[in-house]
């Protein structure tokens, strides 16, 4: 009964629609995280029941890689008022977000995927679906696709760090759908009641949150990662990071600082699992 529930959804092609924040020295962004398939099986295998194959997201080879390679990401400077940097500034985070990951799966010895990356300037329509009002940028899982917009406010106010967190944050959840994570988190999300639905994407997005910290760690101490806008950063989220939500989907302010400060100090995805941990560590 549950699998072929599973199989009808996917089938149906069930879009679920999350949101995102960025932050800036101004406030806060809106981005958004589109799920629309759940991830493809391969030929033949089967919807683990009853445990949903939770043992993918709760036992990942990726948490026994220990620290994030430090490839020496240097993305240059981002200058206000120009797009050509800001494309090449995008291009280039995304290029060291898979020398890294791309490492760490080897250190897993797991294939590797990069995921594609579409530079835009206005709103477009994804394989998921319409893009959201005020997002300034999309992760769909259909086309395994960071799409990531240019606004002309984004360009009358870079804030390098706070952009470099919201991309590797998208490629957080690329890392969990090529690694089989979110295998299991689409399987549970279609069987469970609105509770924990809810508690589920604070696992994902706490998740994705804890990767990107891990991997902003990389570049510690550098003119991009400085610690003092960094701890600025962690402070905001502390303050400001559940606001705007209607629903706790994302986790309370202090719950994403913690993962955020957890993934920073150790570096690892080890530290970011989120799926094994008590409930009131994911609140």
């Known amino acids: 009964m549950a699998a072929a529930l599973v199989l009808a959804l996917a089938a149906a ?137 240019i606004s002309k406010d984004q360009l009358r106010n870079p804030f390098p760090l706070g952009i470099t967190r919201l991309i590797a944050h998208e490629y957080g959840h690329h890392v969990q759908q090529i690694s089989g994570i979110w ?31 891990a991997f902003m760690r990389t570049m510690r101490g550098s003119e991009l990662v400085s610690t003092a806008d960094w701890a600025y950063t962690v402070e905001w989220f502390r303050k400001n990071g559940a606001k705007g939500w209607p629903q706790n989907d994302h986790g309370k302010g202090p719950t994403q600082a913690a993962w955020m400060s957890r993934g920073f100090k150790r570096g690892t995805p080890g530290a970011c699992n989120t799926w094994a941990t008590a409930s009131r560590n994911v609140r």
């Not at 999300?189 to 706490?206: F, I, P, Y």
């Open 13 to 149: 092609g069930l879009v679920l629609v999350l949101v995102d924040g960025t932050l800036t020295p101004r406030g806060l962004r809106n981005e958004a995280q589109q799920l629309a398939d759940p991830p493809s099986r391969a030929a033949g295998q089967q919807a683990r029941v009853p445990d949903l194959g939770k043992a993918v997201a709760t036992r990942n080879p990726l948490y026994r890689t220990g620290r994030l390679t430090d490839v020496n990401c240097r993305p240059g400077p981002l200058p206000a008022r120009s797009i050509t940097a800001y494309r090449r500034f995008l291009t280039r985070v995304t290029a060291c977000l898979n020398r890294v990951w791309g490492l760490q799966f080897r250190k897993a010895d797991m294939p590797f995927t990069k995921p594609r990356l579409r530079i835009i300037t206005r709103k477009v329509k994804t394989p998921c679906g319409v893009w959201n009002a005020g997002a300034d940028g999309v992760y769909c899982s259909t086309d395994r696709t960071m799409y990531l917009m």
């Open 183 to 213: 295998n299991y988190y689409w399987t549970a999300r279609t069987l469970a009641g609105k509770t924990r639905r809810l508690l589920l994407s604070r696992k994902s997005e706490l998740q994705a949150e804890c990767f990107s910290a």
